[in-house]
């Protein structure tokens, strides 16, 4: 496919963006640790990689208004000096770069945070201190100040965080914003606050500066923005000087997913697209694209002038010159986890990728070519295996990929499976055409052993993992099976009891619960399992959920007398947790396994025993490394390298694996 209308230039009157592409704004953690040669790096590679704009993450506008104590901001000339260095570094890639302000309002995460009431809101501990008339000035005047200080520090222009439920978000709802001043009441007093916010930052940074305003098209909270409040802002934000507007989809107290790997890719896209004709300047939009085919899509169809993607450029920062070079199966696709980015930044880790670990690590991980060749095996092509495999290979080795099955990609081949994880599949097509454009000898349907790897200089062993079988006593009538058997087709019955709550568990009974089409792949099934409804029909956009009915009654069951899940990822285990309860399973902890038989599962709940009456039993019991080869090789006094779930077979994830993949073959 070629992309006329995502390569296509966009004139913003005193500047020309190259292209269609923005890179969104996505908090790093680097600024933080004020390690500014690799903030500079980051950026400067995704500038290198043909991003029409970049957006920074966002940086606080004072003390209260950030994300967390300490949140980076521009304060001190330093801080602007500092700041000086990423603009200078993109604009020599010929890049763009505007500075996000984030001002958290009640969501920054300490007890200074000051909002338009004292509401706190459900996701912090801290209620906000409710602002006088002169709190409101002086947040306006900081964040003007901020977006002049960006000015001096060589930005392009700035964002203005207007969505998500941030401060300026919390101002237009009414719930949040019950003031009867001049900035509470009447629509037109709530949103005076972010209109007035625009005019005056324009002055301030005059006419040839960007201006983005990130507005909140459908809030998904309740009493939240109706349409016509949405572009009555949206036009009030033009007027004041904005020269584009973003789309911000849904507060973060939201309790309808909005950018995990189970949204529909582009799911809101036609709210953009309906804003697009109430307003002249361009507009942006943004949620779960992740791909140059479908950003063409949108834009060839006149819903959006501009796509934002964010993630994407974590793992990948060549997205747009690749697809302008025809290389577009050869961008490692963002699989919309969380795993590296999210997760990582709600606990306080530096955000990298799964699929590119080398994010936010430009400068500790390059590749580096290898100063001798070496011949290198490498037994096993799930994650781990090909991560080490596609790295020795970039730095010059030669390598002998072993695989005994008839296709690479490991576990991931099951993971694709999962209605809501089909992300996987485009990993997997990524990894097969990267090992197809590889200098890697393949070997499928092989079981390498000690006499095949001995001629090898190194061997790396991502040989995986095992199941761990639980010892479950079971009669020869019941039916009891393999989680990779159940994924692979095996009949199972209406009623089934899944032994083990892990990632695994989880996705299992998300696989039993479905049938038919999985909800990712249809807005229309999704929006009616969240209760995603129409701005113009209701506040905020929420209707009644209507989840289609199970395929199977489940119980999802471990012994830890603990709410299943609780170790599932920071930012979506809540997902994964509502839409089993959506969908009647019963997620038990604290359960002892007695036996199972034609009658079912007998098991011992909270010290009384009971038969859960179900048809099938799924073991998703953990896995055990996969060491039989390594401990031979070993015997043998050979050297051998372990990665993955051969290594660890404990908390294994693929991000693990492609990490630590990477890593090793990036010294070898
Ligand atoms: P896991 O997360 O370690 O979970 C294993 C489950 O089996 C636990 O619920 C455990 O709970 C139970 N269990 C352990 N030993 C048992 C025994 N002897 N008898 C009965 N039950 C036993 O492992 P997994 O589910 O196989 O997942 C493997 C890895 O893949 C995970 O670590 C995960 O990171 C990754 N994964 C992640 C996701 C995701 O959503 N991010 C999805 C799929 C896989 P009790 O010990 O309390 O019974
Ligand atoms: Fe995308 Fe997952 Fe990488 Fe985050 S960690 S950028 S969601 S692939």
Do not use: F, H
């Given at each position: 496919m070629s992309y006329p209308h995502l390569l296509a230039p966009l004139n913003l009157g005193h500047v020309t963006l190259r292209n269609r592409v923005m890179m969104g704004s996505m908090h790093t953690g680097l600024e933080e640790r004020g390690d500014w040669p690799r903030v500079a790096a980051f950026y400067a590679a995704r500038a290198r990689g043909g991003a029409g704009l970049i957006v920074t993450g966002g940086m606080a506008p004072n003390e209260e208004g950030g994300v967390f104590p300490g949140a980076a901001g521009l304060y001190t000339a330093q801080d602007i000096a500092n700041h000086r260095?990423?603009?200078?570094?993109?604009h020599a890639e010929g890049g763009l770069i505007a500075m996000q302000i984030l001002h958290a309002g009640r969501y920054a995460y300490g007890p200074k945070c000051v909002g338009p009431s004292a509401l706190k809101s459900p996701i912090s501990p801290f209620p906000p201190i409710a602002l006088d008339g002169p709190g409101i000035e002086k947040q306006i005047s900081d964040m003007v100040t901020a977006a002049v200080r960006a000015r001096e520090a060589g930005y392009d222009g700035v964002e203005i965080m207007g969505s998500e439920g941030y401060f300026l978000n919390q101002f237009l709802a009414e719930q949040t914003n019950p003031r009867d001043d001049d900035w509470g009441g009447s629509y037109e007093n709530r949103m005076r606050l972010p209109v007035e916010l625009v005019s005056r930052i324009r002055t301030a940074v005059g006419a040839d500066f960007i201006?983005?305003?990130?507005?909140?098209?459908?809030?998904?909270?309740?009493?939240?923005?109706?349409?016509l409040q949405v572009v009555q802002l949206g036009r009030a934000i033009e007027a004041a000087g904005a020269s584009m507007l973003n789309t911000g989809i849904g507060w973060h107290e939201a309790r309808v997913p909005t950018i995990a790997t189970s949204v529909p890719r582009a799911a809101f896209t036609w709210l953009t697209a309906r804003l697009r004709p109430e307003v002249s300047i361009p507009v942006i939009t943004s949620n779960r694209i992740n791909t140059p085919d479908l950003a063409e899509t949108i834009l060839a169809a006149g819903q959006a002038d501009m796509v934002s993607m964010a993630r994407p450029f974590l793992a990948d920062p060549d997205f747009v010159a690749k697809a302008a070079s025809g290389r577009t199966a050869r961008i490692a696709p963002c699989i919309a986890c969380n795993q590296a980015c999210l997760d990582h930044t709600f606990s306080g880790k530096l955000t990298s990728c799964l699929v590119n670990p080398r994010a936010c690590h430009e400068l500790d991980l390059p590749v580096t070519p290898a100063a001798l060749a070496l011949r290198i095996a490498v037994v096993g092509s799930g994650p781990a295996g090909l991560s080490a495999a596609l790295e020795a290979d970039r730095r010059g080795h030669l390598v002998t990929l072993f695989e005994s099955a008839d296709q690479i990609g490991g576990q991931l081949n099951l993971a694709a499976k999962i209605p809501g994880k089909e992300e996987f599949l485009g990993l997997l097509d990524w990894f097969k055409t990267e090992v197809a454009g590889s200098g890697i000898t393949l070997r499928l349907k092989e079981r390498a052993n000690e006499a095949t790897l001995a001629d090898f200089d190194e061997v790396i062993l991502a040989t995986g993992v095992t199941p761990r079988d639980p010892g479950l006593p079971s009669t020869p009538e019941a039916q009891v099976l393999a989680y990779a058997d159940v994924l692979n087709g095996a009949p199972v019955g209406r009623r089934v009891a899944v032994i083990g709550a892990g990632g695994i568990g989880f996705d299992v009974a998300e696989f039993l619960v479905h049938q038919g089409i999985s909800p990712t792949l249809d807005f229309a099934t999704w929006a009616a399992e969240w209760g995603v409804g129409d701005p113009a029909l209701t506040p905020g956009g929420l209707a009644e959920p209507a989840p289609h009915p199970a395929a199977r009654q489940v119980w999802l069951l471990q012994r830890r007398a603990e709410k299943p899940g609780r170790g599932l990822g920071k930012t979506t285990g809540w997902i994964h947790r509502a839409a089993l309860a959506a969908k009647g399973v019963q997620m038990w902890g604290g359960v002892s396994y007695l036996?199972?038989?034609?009658?079912?599962?007998?098991?011992?709940?909270?010290?009384?025993?009971?038969?859960?009456?179900?048809?099938?039993?799924?073991?998703?019991?953990?896995?055990?490394?996969?060491r039989g080869l390594a401990d031979r090789l070993i015997a043998l006094g050979r050297a051998v390298h372990i990665i993955g779930g051969a290594d660890v077979a404990a908390e294994l994830d693929a991000k693990r694996a492609i990490d630590q993949g990477t890593r090793l073959a990036a010294r070898l």
């Open positions: 260095g990423v603009t200078d570094g993109v201006l983005i305003y990130r507005i909140s098209l459908i809030d998904l909270v309740p009493g939240g923005s109706t349409w036996g199972a038989t034609e009658q079912g599962l007998r098991i011992a709940r909270d010290g009384q025993e009971q038969m859960l009456e179900v048809d099938t039993v799924v073991i998703c019991a953990g896995q055990l490394p996969e």
